[in-house]
């Protein structure tokens, strides 16, 4: 790769808008990056900063809104504004391919797989269905997809997340483009699939020859992939340089940040608290004279930072900095990790326990009920929960965390089993039979940010309605509380005139909570309370989460599939599979061996912005098998890289205590397994001998 | 000053902000008057609510005074702008007595089919299970049978007056709302903010009427529009087929019911109620797609 | 698919029975009128009770339904006091006139409406679009009575061109198919509106799916874009909705009918509701509702063949 080579992809000062009824919304103000033949560049930053927007310029698909108002796009050196209608049709697809998002939706429900790999070749080499037919087999086995012939007439709807992905994997690679553009392609896909896939990426790229331009608000994943990083905010770049440079010594104040708020699996909250961001993003119709990121950088300096637009510096080797105060910043360290948790083994008094829960939901298929399936969402889940600690439950889709956090709030009754909380069976205690006291006791934080507030209410009649209703508080009352609660969640009084669709996510959620807040409840169940917000505003949420506990001595129930999120926050941590507890235990136990299997197939996946911690990753095979099934033995065997032999199909597994508290469901002795791990991940993986079909998930 | 506050400043300006406008409502309905269909079909409307409303002085003559003198020649004339009917009775004052009628029975039935409707739709998304299956059957009875003859039967054997006009228009409009209340309300059962209400204690009405059903107004006003809309024509067809209000109250189908017949020797003593039932029928529905456009826009 | 069939064939007769039901209470609810309409408004009071009890009118509702029924089922339709022959010698024939005027305008309609609204909804708001949309929301929104007016006033007494009427009777003047025009011309206007509109919307979200983009980001030219992937998308709601215009083409158009005096089924309807022709009135109502039901079938089984996501 000589420096003369024509790069495949140039942005010249690349200016993007939008023209809005309310105005012009530049979205990129100039952008000039060059990505090298061959070459993975990364594009990093949160919601709104412009990256999409980036990749569909590239296709010149911007919609009648937009348009490239200034500076050049060049691929392959050639202006693709220049192009004409045939040129770009030739170019899309077969020079330049995309992946996008959301798989399911990126793929025609109602026509046969086979037949959309098959257009690609077919409408730029004009080959015969034939060899079409052909080279798209080829190409599904390539991204590993077993049974091919079987998947070709296959619809989209009956393929699981990670096996769509793959597909629009193959679409794209199929006419073996010169440039692939990646937006998000493992975002809304479970760890251990996100795992797979970013495998089958790096596998392909050197089979290839692709160029890629890899779009993602997740850093762990660009560093698994990409040469070089590209820092966004608002639309410009504001650092660009190799992963190691970027990731190991940030330059841009706004890099550093990022970094700074994002938990890894090194950090935990006794260690230090999460650094975030102040602030949000301005809106791109009213741009800023100077440095876009200046209102929430610590380093700005009125004057040289905000009055105008700052020109990129380059500093040594490849790794440019758009900060005029650069030279002048102190040295980055990485955030401290495990600072020496003494939590200790000590279990404290237990706030809410749960025995033998299980919950198995029916079916039904056909108006009079006949012939349905039962599912077994839970399965004998025995669990404690510490008063004033956190406990934290992790798990991919489909391992139950969610109907717990139902059957936990009310929402759904239990089918088996016991909940006692501290003294109270709730178990079978559905929300509208509990008493009012009852309620207020347990209360939770949602999702969606979107979805959590109505939208229909404002702020402060959402608040004063729950404290209305859980304490009985008159309106003036209710009224004087509501500031205060709003005011424990750092938000101003006036946001209770404010109307959802007023707010952003972080401060939604910050809403969500003070409403959560209202009853004084001794257990906050969160689920999954900052898996939709941007980084910078996880880390606010989080340390707000915290605060709140420690401050109420209020017991936390944390529902995620963020293991990172999950270290930091948690005392102590259960990880669920398909409806099990396959692992329990303080989190300085889980998160060292021994592990369950699983949870070591799931550490060794999450992607980590450390380019130094490049470890071997286990992948797993297939997708967990469908929940309806029937399982005898453990739920994990069909994909566990340990497996011993028929036992684990046959039997289930026994709970081993390790230490303490700490526990792990596996046939394999405790010591054997600490042997085992200590010697490595397992390098062989066992065939998946489930046909295709047994392996879809329902 | 919070954090948040500070930075809030920041924020998008609210597109939908128009300077001077005091109501909240008013201003949220403000991009209507960018949208062409939409100013056209409201300019209609307030034409025949106008002249309804008014038409105890608008009208020159009384809508069934036979003006005897009129009847050799009923075209219009200087004394009667739009001329006469067959019977001699001034077709202005009558289209807009006419107008009342319509006015009047329309709304009403419109309203009733909604509340009714929306009542429906809402129990049978919330509560789903066996009410669900219940109400969905019933309803689908309902849309299927073909309604014309259903007002046949009905207004034919007991007679059409105001009330059983209204009430069997409701009884037929309603299952349509209900199946869109129904589908939306089938979505946002399963929000967040539906659970959180749950969990604070909320009754099933409580959640049905204040949480689900004021996010549901969007779909519903562009669903009332047009239904005001097919209602007027149903009760302009109820009066060409002589099922509609008895005579002699002008009733726009009545008129064309009577006087199609002489076309071809006065063919303006039809054409003009016809041209005046189309004419409302159309502003509704451009007012339905200039509200369907702006809720797009958001 | 066998499953499908029964519970929809179970449906339609649970469907049968519930109305006819609901029918017959309705309109033979009180005795006493049917027998003073056999004899005339001249009758005592004495004579109209007299055959009442003679004509078993006195029995309770659930036994003469369950007598009803029965005849129905032996072919016995009953006898038309309007038209004063056997229900089944005049229903059927009705039934075949609209029937043919069903037949025809349902043969313009759906491709006409395609092809309206798929060239709309493909390029949203174009001046092709907009031009589309002005005229199906006028088309609509004229009632048929006016429009075969204003189509009339046109045709037949301005120009000439076609007959006012369309009696089917004796072609000396005016051939079957120039009297067919007018009353399939005001149909087809007034579907027409409702289809396209209904086409159209169906297109444009269609239009707005990821799907769509990966297809277009794939290289591949518009028209291929538009029939190999949107069309059979946008195509699943709306054909549902034409199939249930089979319904409105036989049973409602009773108005059109009206208009251009041809003897057609639902004109038969009012004339018998009108008369209070019990009879009449009962067979009629159901065989309406079993073509409403029939062609909901119809509607779900294309839904069903369309979209691969129902079939499971």
Redesign the interface.
């Known amino acids: 790769m000589t420096d003369r080579e024509t790069p495949i992809l140039e942005f010249d000062g690349a200016r993007i808008s939008f023209f ?3 105005g012009e919304a530049n979205v990129i103000p100039g952008l000039s990056f060059a990505i090298k033949p061959r070459e993975a560049l990364g594009l990093v930053g949160e919601s709104g900063c412009g990256k999409s927007t980036v990749a569909l310029a590239i ?1 010149r ?1 911007l919609g009648r809104a937009g348009r490239l108002t200034a500076g050049r796009i060049l691929f392959q050196g050639r202006d693709m504004a220049e192009l004409d209608a045939a040129g770009l ?6 020079r330049i ?2 992946i ?1 998002q ?1 798989p399911m ?7 046969t797989i086979g037949r959309q790999l098959m ?2 070749p077919m ?2 080499e004009a080959i015969g269905a034939d060899e079409a037919r052909a080279r798209a087999l080829a190409m599904l086995g390539e991204v590993k997809l077993p049974d091919a012939a079987a998947i070709f007439e296959r ?1 989209p ?1 009956q393929l699981s997340g990670g096996q769509q992905q793959r597909i ?1 994997i193959a ?1 794209a690679l199929i006419a073996r483009p010169a440039l692939l553009i990646m937006d998000e392609p493992t975002t809304g896909l479970d760890v251990t699939v996100e795992a797979a896939v970013l495998d089958l990426v790096r596998e392909l790229r050197q089979r290839h020859e692709s160029a890629i331009l890899f779009i993602s608000h997740n850093l762990g994943t660009v560093a698994q992939i990409c040469d070089r990083v590209g820092v966004m905010y608002a639309g410009e770049l504001v650092e660009e340089g190799t992963v190691r440079n970027v990731f190991s010594a940030p330059r841009h104040p706004y890099t550093r940040g990022l970094l700074d708020c994002l938990p890894t699996l090194g950090r935990d909250k006794h260690s230090a608290a999460l650094r975030s961001i ?3 993003v ?2 791109p ?2 741009r800023l004279p100077g440095c876009a990121f200046a ?2 950088c610590g380093f700005a300096e009125p004057g040289r930072c905000t009055t105008a637009p700052i020109a990129p510096r380059e500093l040594a080797a490849d790794h440019r900095v758009q900060c005029v105060r650069v030279a002048e910043l102190p040295e980055w360290r990485h955030p401290p990790g495990d600072g020496g948790d003494d939590r200790g083994e000590a279990t404290g008094p237990a706030a809410l326990t749960m025995r033998g829960l299980g919950k198995i939901y029916h079916q039904s298929q ?2 009079f009920g006949g012939g349905g399936r039962s599912i077994a969402a839970l399965r004998d889940v025995e669990l404690v929960a510490e008063r004033g600690r956190t406990l934290a439950i992790v798990g991919e889709s489909g391992c139950g965390k969610s109907t717990l956090a139902r059957i936990l ?3 759904q009754s239990a089918s088996a089993g016991t909940v006692d909380l501290d003294g109270t069976a709730i178990g079978d205690l559905a ?2 039979r ?1 008493t ?1 006291a009852l ?1 207020r006791r347990l ?2 934080v ?3 940010p979107d ?7 404002s702020v402060g009649y ?1 608040i004063e ?2 404290l209305r ?2 304490k009985g508080l008159t309106a003036a009352q209710a009224r004087r509380q509501t500031g205060r609660l709003l005011d424990t969640v ?3 009084g ?2 209770a005139r404010r109307r959802p669709h ?1 707010l ?1 996510g972080g ?1 939604k959620q ?1 809403v ?1 909570i003070a ?1 959560a807040l ?2 004084d409840p001794e257990i906050i169940l969160a689920d999954e309370p900052v898996s939709a917000l941007d980084v910078s505003v996880q880390a606010a949420i989080i340390n707000l989460l915290t605060e709140v506990q420690a401050a109420r001595g209020a017991t936390l129930v944390f529902i995620s599939h963020d293991l990172a999120v999950v270290r930091y926050l948690a005392d102590s941590v259960a990880v669920m599979y398909l409806g099990h507890v396959v692992e329990f235990g303080p989190a300085a136990a889980i998160f060292a061996p021994p592990w369950h299997p699983y949870t070591e197939a799931l550490l060794s996946a999450v992607p980590e912005p450390d380019p130094d911690a490049r470890r071997d990753r286990i992948v797993l095979d297939g997708a967990p098998p469908s929940a309806a099934a029937i399982q005898r033995g453990c739920p994990f065997a069909t994909r566990c890289p340990r497996k011993i032999g028929a036992i684990c199909d046959d039997t289930p597994p026994p709970e081993q205590l390790i230490a303490g508290t700490h526990r792990i469901a596996c046939h394999i002795p405790a010591a054997e397994l600490v042997a085992l791990q200590e010697a490595g991940p397992p390098s062989a993986r066992p065939a998946s001998t489930e046909p295709v079909d047994r392996v879809l998930a329902s | 000053m919070t954090v948040e506050g500070k930075i809030d400043l920041l924020a998008a300006p609210d597109r939908r902000a128009v300077p001077g406008i005091g109501f909240a409502w008013l201003r949220r309905l403000a991009p209507l008057l960018e949208s062409i269909p939409a100013m056209i079909g409201i300019a209609l409307i307030l034409f025949w609510v106008l002249g309804a409303a008014l038409a105890p002085w608008l009208a020159p003559y009384p809508p069934n005074a036979s003006d005897l003198k009129a009847l050799a020649h009923p075209t219009p004339s200087a004394a009667h702008w739009l001329g006469t009917d067959h019977l001699g009775r001034d077709i202005l004052s009558r289209v807009l007595w006419g107008a009342r009628t319509v006015l009047t029975v329309a709304p009403i039935a419109v309203l009733g089919a909604t509340a009714f409707g929306s009542l429906v739709g809402l129990c049978a998304g919330y509560y789903r299970g066996w009410i669900d299956l219940v109400i969905t059957r019933i309803s689908d009875i309902v849309l299927s049978f073909p309604v014309i003859i259903l007002y046949m039967i009905i207004l034919a054997m007991y007679g059409s007056s105001a009330i059983n006009i209204i009430a069997v228009i409701t009884l037929t409009k309603a299952p349509i709302i209900a199946r869109i209340v129904r589908g939306i309300t089938l979505e946002l059962r399963e929000r967040e903010y539906v659970a959180a209400a749950k969990m604070r204690g909320e009754s099933a009405l409580y959640i049905m009427l204040v949480e689900i059903l004021p996010n549901a107004r969007g779909p519903l006003i562009v669903e009332m529009c047009l239904r005001m809309g097919y209602t007027i024509i149903t009760i302009g067809v109820l009066g060409f087929l002589g099922i509609g209000l008895p005579p002699p109250d002008p009733d726009w189908g009545g008129m064309v019911k009577d006087t199609y017949g002489m076309m071809s020797v006065w063919p303006h003593m039809s054409l003009i109620p016809c041209a005046a039932i189309s004419s409302l029928v159309i502003g509704f529905n451009l007012l339905s797609i200039g509200l369907r456009e702006i809720g797009l826009r958001d | 698919m066998a499953r499908f069939f029964l519970k929809h064939l179970l449906f339609l007769c649970l469907t049968l029975l519930v109305v006819s039901f609901i029918v017959f209470v309705l309109t033979e609810f009180t005795p006493g009128d049917v027998a003073r309409k056999v004899l005339g408004a001249y009758a005592t009071q004495e004579q109209v009770a007299l055959l009442t009890t003679k004509m078993g009118l006195d029995r309770p509702v659930l036994v003469r339904y369950v007598e009803y029924v029965d005849h129905l089922a032996h072919g016995d339709l009953g006898y038309s006091t309007r038209f004063k022959v056997p229900v089944k010698d005049i229903i059927f024939d009705r039934l075949a006139n609209t029937g043919m005027l069903a037949a025809i305008a349902f043969a313009i309609i759906v491709p006409l409406s395609m092809l309206l609204g798929i060239a709309a909804g493909m390029r949203e708001s174009s001046r092709f679009d907009r031009a589309i949309m002005l005229f199906s929301t006028v088309t609509a929104s004229i009632p048929e009575f006016a429009m075969g007016v204003f189509l009339a006033s046109v045709f037949v007494v301005a120009l000439g061109w076609l007959p006012g009427t369309a009696t089917l009777t004796g072609g000396a003047r005016w051939s079957v198919a120039e009297q067919l025009v007018l009353p399939v011309a005001t149909i087809v206007l007034f579907d027409l509106g409702y289809l396209v509109s209904m086409i159209r919307a169906s297109m444009v979200e269609v239009m707005q799916r990821p799907y769509i983009r990966t297809a277009v980001l794939k290289g591949m030219p518009f028209r291929q874009v538009i029939v190999g992937h949107a069309l059979r998308n946008a195509m699943i709601n709306p054909v549902t909705v034409m199939l249930l215009q089979i319904n409105y083409l036989i049973t409602g158009v009773v108005v059109v009918e009206t208009v251009f005096a041809y003897p057609g089924f639902g004109r038969m309807m009012l004339e018998a509701a009108l008369y209070k022709d019990i009879a009449l009135i009962e067979v009629g109502a159901l065989v309406a509702v079993f073509v409403a039901v029939l062609t909901q079938i119809l509607g779900d089984l294309g839904y069903m063949m369309l979209d691969p996501r129902i079939r499971g």
């Not at chain 1, 049709?89 to 077969?94: D, E, L, P, Q, T």
């Not at chain 1, 939706?105 to 026509?111: A, E, I, Q």
């Not at chain 1, 979805?451 to 209410?457: A, E, G, M």
């Open positions: 809005l009824r309310a296709m698909y049709r030739a170019v899309r697809g077969r391919a995309m996008y959301d939706s990126s793929l025609n429900p109602v026509m257009e690609v409408i730029h619809y709807h629009v679409m102040p602030g949000q301005g809106s119709l009213a209102p929430r056909g108006v709030s009310g929402l929300i509208d509990r009012t309620k209360q939770m949602f999702q969606n979805s959590t507030l109505n939208p229909s209410h959402a309605r729950a209703r859980l750092k938000l101003s006036d946001f007023q952003s401060q910050r969500a409403r209202a009853g």
